[in-house]
């Protein structure tokens, strides 16, 4: 996929989050019959974010690319995450999302729009956390040959983890000891100083214990509040980087009554999450996430 | 006082009766002892889930008398909201039920609106009186004398007309009366003496009337009310309920009014309006806040 300014589909993304900020899709290079969600609802082009976008980042905290040369051409994948603000950017009438995006090329054209907006700051915080102005390094890092697995390794690796987590097995999570994971901006695992969570999270018990690992949460058996990790979509992979994609919901039914477990979440929701797994000498060593919840059930749109 | 037919009322009593045992066993989960036809047909604010999942599960209370209800006799179909509990939060459960030839439910559909709910687009607390809303409300449930009646098609059109009203700006579409109330959530939102919302700032506009609103702009955020359907109507007691979305794009892009959401969403709501002497004389609505383009089926969705 080359853009209109000669870039690729990294570039690609840019440009959406730029057109975004300007109100401007037709900038785009847009299929005739592309298909556009937003929050899983197949909306007009034009309307919900893009009528109230004013600004858009420099930068994308993650990204990951994929492309694909088939009969029908070049088919590419690109996803990111990044922050921008909704209504006047320059007084208070403004306010901060962060906004995932993932776009499908087909061809020179985009095919496919999905996006998340994450509209309220993560974990009971004011505001989002600074962190996600910049882009991750640790995720754009490029792998030594030896620690790089094929697009299979990858995404058995992720659904591993998932797996893990619906069932709370920490046997099924193939994660290094020292695999940080960052959700909406905040790290939630191996911070036992609870860096950037407000107190009233922290007092609640919130994950099972902050400063433990990713598995040792789950023996913790904090997560069997989550019922389900369903409908996963492994919509971008890059070996040389060891990334992998995933967008599904966690189905959370609430404090279900009778449950031999408590649920920090009282109604039932269902949380739509892109998570990207960053995988090297076929361990999990970061996670970076991103999610909202919506009603009990809903379903992505794709 | 009109009359209305035996087997009408007979109708009227067993849905009665169903709605009743609902709300009764809700706390329990036991929609088991319900009279199920096979294969029926449950949703929960647009989602197709299991009978038993969603609210029947996590439901601790539900107030024994209900703030309104609207029985459609000749459709066999009842609508009816009223107070329910979940671990202990108060929420507001609007449930729809229909039966077939054989007095068994095939369709029930739920709307629950939640309060400080992390599935709603809506990150504040959003107004409820629970108080109001525990018991029926006051003359809604009186009889129309038979001069005043509207037919099934005139309480239709005067829904409509509301609807139509609101969501373009022309006052001249709604048949209200000047002393119409208009309870939304149990909180009254016009002719208040008051002139602000409870917890709220003052707002000039909540003394006005229902058709001031609309002549003075302060609708001009609504774009739209959309995917309106279940239609019931009880011309007897001159009742009209319907279904839709109130479409809010948000402070978009050079918009000079006033715009109550900085991002955009869609709130579903149920509305009902008693008519009169071919004006509405009284609005009882129940409204949550979903994300922007939401339907309510998911046929609809994809």
């Given at each position: 996929m080359i853009t209109a300014r000669g870039g690729g589909l990294e570039d690609l993304l840019g440009e959406y989050y730029a057109a975004l900020a300007a109100g401007d899709p037709g900038r785009l290079p847009l299929a005739a019959d592309v298909r556009f969600t937003e929050n899983g609802q197949r909306i007009a082009i034009g309307t919900g974010l893009w009528a109230t976008a004013t600004r858009a980042a420099d930068s994308r905290a993650a990204m990951v690319s994929e492309e694909a040369y088939g009969p029908g051409g070049t088919a590419g994948s690109v996803a990111g995450w990044g922050m921008i603000t909704e209504g006047a950017a320059e007084d208070a009438d403004g306010a901060d999302a962060l906004l995932g995006v993932r776009l499908r090329t087909t061809g020179k054209a985009i095919s496919e729009i999905e996006t998340v907006v994450v509209r309220r700051a993560p974990f009971g915080r004011a505001t989002f956390p600074e962190r996600l102005l910049e882009p991750s390094a640790a995720m754009a890092r490029i792998l030594e040959p030896t620690d790089r697995g094929t697009r299979e390794d990858l995404v058995r690796a992720a659904s591993g983890y998932l797996d893990g987590v619906a069932r709370d097995d920490a046997g099924l999570i193939p994660a290094a000891d020292d695999c940080i994971r960052i959700e909406n901006g905040l790290q939630t695992v191996l911070n036992p100083d609870a860096d950037g969570f407000p107190a009233t999270f922290v007092s609640s018990g919130g994950?099972?214990?902050?400063?433990?690992?990713v598995r040792a949460q789950i023996r913790t058996l904090a997560f069997r509040y989550i019922e389900d990790i369903r409908d996963r979509r492994f919509v971008a992979a890059d070996t040389a980087r060891g990334l992998v994609l995933v967008c599904c919901f966690f189905d959370h039914p609430g404090k279900v009554r009778g449950a031999g477990f408590d649920s920090p979440i009282v109604a039932p929701n269902s949380m739509l999450i892109w998570e990207l797994f960053k995988v090297a000498g076929g361990l999990i060593r970061r996670i970076e996430a991103i999610g909202a919840a919506f009603p009990y059930g809903m379903r992505a749109g794709w | 006082m009109g009359e209305v037919s035996q087997e009408l009322q007979e109708r009227r009593a067993y849905l009665g009766s169903y709605a009743d045992r609902y709300f009764e066993l809700l706390p329990s989960g036991g929609h088991q002892q319900l009279p199920i036809a096979p294969g029926v047909v449950f949703s929960e604010n647009g989602q197709r889930l299991r009978l038993g999942q969603g609210l029947w599960a996590t439901a601790t209370g539900a107030a024994r008398t209900r703030a309104v209800t609207v029985l459609d006799g000749p459709a066999g179909q009842i609508a009816t909201w009223g107070m329910v509990t979940e671990a202990g939060h108060d929420a507001i459960l609007g449930v729809r039920l229909k039966v077939d030839d054989e007095g068994l439910i095939d369709e029930i559909d739920t709307f629950v609106v939640r309060f400080n709910d992390m599935a709603s687009t809506f990150s504040g607390s959003g107004l409820l009186d629970a108080q109001r809303l525990a018991g029926p409300t006051p003359g809604l449930l009186d009889l129309v004398d038979e001069g005043d009646r509207p037919s099934a098609a005139e309480l239709r059109r005067a829904a409509d007309g509301y609807l139509d009203g609101v969501s373009?700006?022309?006052?001249?579409?709604i048949p209200v009366a000047d002393d119409c109330p208009r309870i939304e959530n149990g909180v009254q939102t016009v002719l208040r003496a008051d002139g602000l919302l409870p917890g709220r700032a003052p707002n000039p506009a909540t003394a006005m009337g229902v058709a001031q609103q609309v002549r003075e702009g302060v609708t001009r955020h609504i774009a739209a009310a959309r995917d309106r359907g279940m239609y019931l109507t009880d011309p007897s007691r001159g009742l009209v309920m319907v279904r839709f979305f109130f479409d809010h794009p948000g402070a978009?892009?050079?918009?000079q009014g006033r715009a109550p959401f900085i991002g955009p969403n869609s709130m579903p709501a149920w509305e009902v309006f008693k008519v009169r002497g071919g004006l509405i004389r009284h609005i009882e609505a129940i409204i949550a806040w979903f994300p922007y383009g939401y339907r309510w089926t998911p046929e609809e969705q994809r």
């Open positions: 994950l099972g214990g902050l400063g433990l690992g | 373009s700006g022309e006052v001249g579409l978009v892009r050079g918009w």
